[in-house]
T-cell receptor, first 110, second 114 residues
Framework: QQQVKQSPQSLIVQKGGISIINCAYENTAFDYFPWYQQFPGKGPALLIAIRPDVSEKKEGRFTISFNKSAKQFSLHIMDSQPGDSATYFCAARGANNLFFGTGTRLTVIP | DAEITQSPRHKITETGRQVTLACHQTWNHNNMFWYRQDLGHGLRLIHYSYGVQDTNKGEVSDGYSVSRSNTEDLPLTLESAASSQTSVYFC?????????????FGQGTRLTVV
């Protein structure tokens, strides 16, 4: 049973466009929500993270929007670049461990 | 620079054989984790350790074991490899709980069981 549901599975965006990836969860005990970026042949790397007492966090072109009542959070990549092409995983921390979504493969077309 | 390394990067083994995947980190982190990554499932936690001699089962621990005899290493053993264990395996470490500090991942081991 997937504790964190992620969509879409794949996403194609034009250079300069906005990429949006969505995640949803059920466990209200989750207390930390990171996003990881993974390039082919590499391990995941932390991109940005948010805690449930904050509704939005922005770091450069990357923004997390968090809706606690809806138990949903999303990653927005503004001005998407070909170098952003990677697989993105959302995750949630519960019981001191991270539970990951199924991943979104983002392709940014030049 | 401190790092986390996994070996081998690729391995092919036969059904029923015992296989050990190595994970070594030089950050002196107490916490170490093993995940498997499969299409459609994302990363799933296999085992984790919060320190020497401490090991815990994750959500998909059946058929796997770990041991923690020192801070730097957390080897993952497949007791009797099965085709269902064909996957990409990632080791990670963190100074404190993921979220309180960043968790760093290795580059992965691609295991094929034939």
């Amino acid at each position: 049973q997937q504790q964190v549901k992620q969509s879409p599975q794949s996403l194609i965006v034009q250079k300069g466009g906005i990429s949006i990836i969505n995640c949803a969860y059920e466990n209200t005990a989750f207390d930390y929500f990171p996003w990881y970026q993974q390039f082919p042949g590499k391990g995941p790397a932390l991109l940005i993270a948010i805690r449930p007492d904050v509704s939005e966090k922005k770091e450069g072109r990357f923004t997390i929007s968090f809706n606690k009542s809806a138990k949903q959070f999303s990653l927005h990549i503004m001005d998407s670049q070909p170098g952003d092409s990677a697989t993105y995983f959302c995750a949630a921390r519960g019981a001191n461990n991270l539970f990951f979504g199924t991943g979104t493969r983002l392709t940014v077309i030049p | 620079d401190a790092e986390i390394t996994q070996s081998p990067r690729h391995k092919i083994t036969e059904t029923g054989r015992q296989v050990t995947l190595a994970c070594h980190q030089t950050w002196n982190h107490n916490n170490m984790f093993w995940y498997r990554q499969d299409l459609g499932h994302g990363l799933r936690l296999i085992h984790y350790s919060y320190g020497v001699q401490d090991t815990n089962k994750g959500e998909v621990s059946d058929g796997y074991s770990v041991s923690r005899s020192n801070t730097e290493d957390l080897p993952l053993t497949l007791e009797s490899a099965a085709s269902s264990q064909t996957s990409v395996y990632f080791c990670a470490s963190s100074e404190a709980l993921p979220g309180d500090t960043e968790a760093f991942f290795g580059q992965g081991t691609r295991l094929t069981v034939v």
